[in-house]
């Protein structure tokens, strides 16, 4: 049978899920790792990786259900959710990739002024203090510090974090931008793949049974 057959369609329609099941659970993996051996302290950080590894794990597997027993309504919902994950992730991939340094700046010091954990877990991986200018009179987690209560004093050696921090900010927006557009056409896939299998006769079935 052709690959515009019944069974073609299912088999791709599983494959891609499989793979989204398959990046769910490498996202929900990494995100406990790096939580259970102190590289990213912020539960909030772990928190939502998990919960978007978990939304992806349930949506693969009602596509995967779906396919597998070629269920109507499973795939409409599957469809429809797909789809609006398609337009989330296309927007948010598009914004990365177009976004300029000044933006870059106002999101990354607004992102620093939100979480104290995430500023400890940057000031410890880029060995740096403080955002634009290093607080005297505050405490600081890097390595760069000395001194029982780490505190971070005028004359020493730690640079404010800004500059490391937008050193590798457009390397990452450009590589979370790409490999979100790549898994967004994906998605647009399996809308298109779903739509039409949905639509096609299961050649073991009664053929004077509806679709």
Partial sequence: MGCAGFTCSKHSLCALNI???MVSLLMIGIAAW?????????FQVVGGV????????FVALAGLIGAMKHHQVLLFFYM??????????FSVSSACLAINREQQNQLLEVGWNNSQSTQRDVEKSLNCCGFKQVDVNGTCDASCVSGPLQTCFPNHSCTPCADK?????????????GIG???????IL?????YRYRNQKDPRANPSAFL
Wanted: charged share 10%.
């Fill in 181 to 187: 557009l790549f898994f967004s056409f994906t998605e």
């Fill in 19 to 21: 793979l989204y099941v």
């Fill in 190 to 194: 399996g809308v298109w793949l779903t």
């Fill in 50 to 57: 998990i919960g978007v590894g978990v939304f992806l794990f």
């Fill in 80 to 89: 429809i959710i797909l789809f609006m994950v398609f337009i989330v992730q």
């Fill in 34 to 42: 790096g939580k259970w051996f102190g590289l990213v302290s912020s």
């Fill in 165 to 177: 921090i937008q050193e590798h900010a457009g390397e990452v927006l450009r590589f979370v931008g």
